[in-house]
């Protein structure tokens, strides 16, 4: 069965960072970008980057750079988005999403999303 | 700055209708287009990709067209589990933007 897997929800304090992860089956796990998408509350969907599972090239978007991290563990077929110096602006639903075929393709498999809220 | 907009940023419609939304791009991006379904309290699915292209299991009254900058999906027949929101996404390189969404209800 070809899924991906979200770790579970977080709560942080402002200033802190979080760390999310994504576990791909069913599928060879470096044949395919992953993207990590977000969405805060009520609004829309906000794409945050990409990662090669293969080489763990990555491209980030420009509002994010300096703040996240995508990182990719090949053995355990697992890929990682790390968001430092949270705001409570940053409380959203995050979601991994593989593209479907090659970098420029749509996302045809998305995690099932992971809650993550910034509060003091 | 890349932009993507919707139309009708919400509409409401009865069962059986047709309905169609746009979406309209700043720059061209040929047919890489996609668009996605998000039921409420769900995962977004992908309905339709290089603008015309149904996904594997999608229902033929969705269909899409258009190319460069202008793009439109169309629901030949509303349903009641037709109710979400729906999203335009270029592809064509980063940023993987995003339209704002179109709320889809049933009157």
């Known amino acids: 069965q070809v899924e991906l897997v979200q770790s579970g929800a977080e709560v942080k304090k402002p200033g802190a960072s979080v760390k999310v992860s994504c576990k791909a089956s069913?599928?060879?796990?470096?044949?395919?970008?992953i993207h990590w998408v977000r969405q805060a509350p009520g609004e829309g969907l906000e794409w945050m980057g990409i990662i090669n599972p293969r080489g763990g090239d990555t491209n980030y978007a420009q509002r994010f750079r300096g703040r996240v991290t995508m990182t990719r563990d090949t053995s355990a077929s697992t890929v990682y988005m790390e968001l430092s110096g949270l705001r409570s602006d940053d409380t959203a639903v995050y979601f991994c999403?593989?593209?479907?075929?090659?970098?420029?393709?749509?996302?045809?498999?998305w995690g099932q999303g992971t809650m993550v809220v910034v509060s003091s | 700055d890349f932009q993507m907009t919707q139309s009708p940023s919400s509409l409401s419609a009865s069962v059986g209708d047709r309905i169609t939304i746009t979406c309209q791009t700043s720059q061209g991006i040929g047919s890489y287009l996609a668009w996605y379904q998000q039921k409420p309290g769900q995962v977004p699915k992908l309905l339709i990709y290089?603008?015309?292209t149904l996904q594997s299991g999608v229902p033929p009254r969705f269909s899409g067209t258009g190319s460069g900058t202008d793009f439109t999906l169309t629901i030949t027949t509303l349903l009641p589990e037709d109710v979400g929101t729906y999203y335009c996404q270029k592809y064509i390189g980063a940023p993987f933007t995003f339209g704002p969404g179109t709320k889809v209800h049933i009157k």
């Open positions: 999403a593989k593209a479907r075929s090659e970098i420029h393709s749509s996302f045809d498999l």
């Open positions: 290089g603008a015309s």
């Open positions: 069913g599928y060879t796990f470096t044949t395919h970008y």
